[in-house]
């Protein structure tokens, strides 16, 4: 059995993961500090740079953001279909986009010292026991599932996801989820995926489309499990 116990300032988050009495877990998160993979802007493309394969994009911060070709969507679309196809070259990024133009992308990677962060236009949204791919049509599971459980898994969670569109991959800590369970998760990233596309037309370019969960609010989506007896928050 396990407590959960939060300290909450406006300056720092520190939650620590309790079992028999002794701490197991300690995460602490800074508001300062707190950083920015995983959100959502809507970006404008200021530079492209053909012999780099890549472009900066202004998502509003200090610094311009950059995006490698190999992490634009169409690039990676045309990746796997070249799959099938040796000796197919990828789209240069020339093609793909072009100076002035806005775009919905993520943070991959925070900025560190004079480098700005690096992005993606190839979308991923967690859930509790699922990742949403908007863009995709994969179903995947987890790798730390053991491979005899994976199959069942995979054939479960597509006759859950149906013609709907969009990608999933089953997270570890849903294994043993329920098909209420998941779906329910199903129906919550899709909503998620909607408001991010009705704000990426009514917001304008630099504005954050959508913020990554803080530490309390991920620890009440991925650490509460049945063995929790009491979450305390001060």
Do not use: C
């Not at 240069?92 to 962060?117: N, S, Y």
């Not at 026991?129 to 049509?137: A, I, K």
């Not at 994969?138 to 491979?147: D, E, L, N, R, W």
């Not at 995979?154 to 859950?160: T, V």
């Amino acid at each position: 059995m396990q407590d959960i116990l939060i300290n909450w300032t406006p300056q720092e988050t520190r939650v620590a993961v309790v079992e028999h009495g002794a701490v197991q877990d300690l995460h602490i998160e800074r508001t300062l500090e707190r950083g920015l993979v995983g959100n959502i802007y809507a970006g404008k493309v200021v530079r492209v740079l053909p012999g780099m394969q890549s472009a900066f994009i202004d998502i509003g911060l200090e610094r311009a953001a950059f995006l490698h070709v190999a992490d634009v969507q169409q690039a990676a679309d045309a990746a796997r279909t070249a799959g099938s196809n040796p000796g197919t070259p990828p789209p240069p990024i020339e093609r793909l986009v072009f100076e002035g133009q806005t775009m919905t992308v993520q943070v991959i990677k925070d900025p560190i010292g004079t480098k700005g962060a690096r992005l993606s236009t190839q979308i991923s949204i967690a859930g509790r026991l699922l990742v949403f791919l908007p863009q995709d049509d994969h179903i995947g599971v987890s790798q730390k599932i053991p491979t005899e459980q994976r199959d069942a898994l995979r054939q479960r969670l597509q006759s859950l996801v149906g013609d709907q569109g969009g990608g999933f991959i089953l997270r570890t800590n849903a294994e043993d989820s329920t098909d209420a369970e998941l779906g329910e998760d199903i129906a919550y990233l899709r909503k998620t995926w909607s408001r991010i596309k009705e704000a990426s037309v009514k917001l304008p370019v630099q504005s954050v489309l959508h913020q990554d969960l803080t530490l309390l609010q991920r620890v009440l989506r991925d650490m509460v499990l049945e063995t929790t007896q009491t979450i305390r928050l001060d």
